[in-house]
């Protein structure tokens, strides 16, 4: 049986991983596959950051991204983009536009034609508008983080409350290095196919899990 598990129109992601678990090179893989991997690709990918790294420049010359500087005008930036915009905010965390973006995620992001996508290294925080943000995300995308099983804990205890049977398909799907879990949120899943990784490793299959293989 074939399944279309593209991103949806407008989707909003939310990564969630310690440094260096592979969270960018998601992301990466993600931009050159737009094509396959989005029902509407973007036309165009702009990244948002705190702090300029020099991998920032080769992915602009291989990918085309722009790359643009956390600051006064983001939301200037946002609203001056022609077309629909796949925009990365990247560990802005404690950015002081983290209301805008959370407004982005919430109302704004669908009526200006954008795909969005937050990348942090904690799944929880105690700051309002990270938590619009979190909640209104259509994926997740949790890699493994040894150091903090709790965070994933209580993911499930949201997901799953009845079972917390997310945290055996997370430490099933994770027990690799640089592993990930992701997770379709979407109303319009297939419960079949709600939690999957390795998105980029074959041509035109992923690898899915359900509760009775992550015993």
């Known amino acids: ?35 396959e991997f989005t029902k509407y690709p973007p036309s165009q990918i702009i990244y948002f950051y705190t ?7 080769e992915m602009n010359q291989s990918y085309g991204i722009t790359f643009m500087e956390d600051g006064d005008n983001l939301m200037e930036n946002v609203r001056e983009l022609s077309g629909s915009a796949f925009i990365i905010f990247d560990d802005m965390i404690n950015s002081k536009n983290l209301k805008t973006v959370a407004q982005l995620y919430t109302v704004h992001g669908r009526h200006m034609n954008l ?4 990348i942090s290294q904690r799944l929880f925080h105690n700051n309002e508008y990270f938590r619009q943000i979190s ?17 994933i804990r209580n993911l499930a205890m949201q997901i799953t ?4 049977e997310l945290l055996d398909i997370f430490n099933y799907a994770t027990k690799k290095p640089y592993s990930y879990l992701f997770i379709n949120l979407t109303q ?28």
Not at 115 to 118: E, G, K
Not at 135 to 151: A, G, H, L
Not at 190 to 212: A, G, I, K, W
Request: some cysteine; aromatic content about 14%; hydrophobic content about 40%.
């Open 188 to 215: 319009e899943a297939v419960p079949q196919l709600r939690y999957m990784n390795e998105l980029f490793v074959h041509d035109c299959s992923v690898r899915v899990f359900v509760v009775t293989t992550c015993k």
């Open 135 to 151: 909640q209104n995300s259509d994926y997740f995308c949790v890699f493994k983080n040894p150091r903090n099983s709790m965070e």
């Open 115 to 118: 795909s969005l996508a937050f």
């Open 161 to 164: 409350p009845k079972s917390l």
């Open 51 to 57: 702090e300029w790294q020099e991998r920032f420049r």
């Open 1 to 35: 049986m074939v399944f279309d598990i593209r991103l949806k129109e407008n989707f909003k992601i939310f990564l969630s991983g310690p440094s260096g678990c592979g969270k960018t090179t998601f992301i990466m893989n993600l931009v050159s596959r737009l094509q």
